[in-house]
Nanobody
Framework: QVQLVESGGGLVQPGGSLRLSCAAS????????MGWYRQAPGKERELVAQ???????KYLVSVNGRFTISRDNAKNTVYLQMNSLKPEDTAVYYC???????????????WGQGTQVTVSS
């Protein structure tokens, strides 16, 4: 079984920073793309940032220049550094990853349980 465990959410004032972490554990042969999604109340889940196992990244336009995604392949962990946070960044943030549990099987998409980020004064 593969699990994605997130940490680092919380309450922060506008302009503040938070760093989210997501560690993949269990039966893992390789990890492909990893990313962060978010879902605010009454809105659809959206992709915030994504990173390939080679380090290529892409971002939601509204977070570009404020958020930075990175990964530690040795630890099967992805991070999201969030700076200059705004109230509209408030949402539940979900980790996502394509993981091959076994070499000869195709990758499977996994989700974390979500972590709340609240930006408010």
């Amino acid at each position: 079984q593969v699990q994605l465990v997130e940490s680092g959410g919380g309450l922060v004032q506008p302009g503040g920073s938070l760093r989210l972490s997501c560690a993949a554990s269990g039966s893992i042969f390789s990890v492909n793309d990893m990313g962060w999604y978010r879902q605010a109340p009454g809105k659809e889940r959206e992709l915030v940032a994504q990173i390939t196992n080679g380090g290529q990244t892409k971002y939601l336009v509204s977070v570009n220049g404020r958020f930075t995604i990175s990964r530690d392949n040795a630890k099967n962990t992805v991070y999201l550094q969030m700076n200059s946070l705004k109230p509209e960044d408030t949402a539940v943030y979900y980790c996502n990853a394509d993981i091959k549990p076994i070499r000869d099987l195709p990758p499977v998409n996994y989700w974390g349980q979500g972590t709340q980020v609240t930006v408010s004064s």
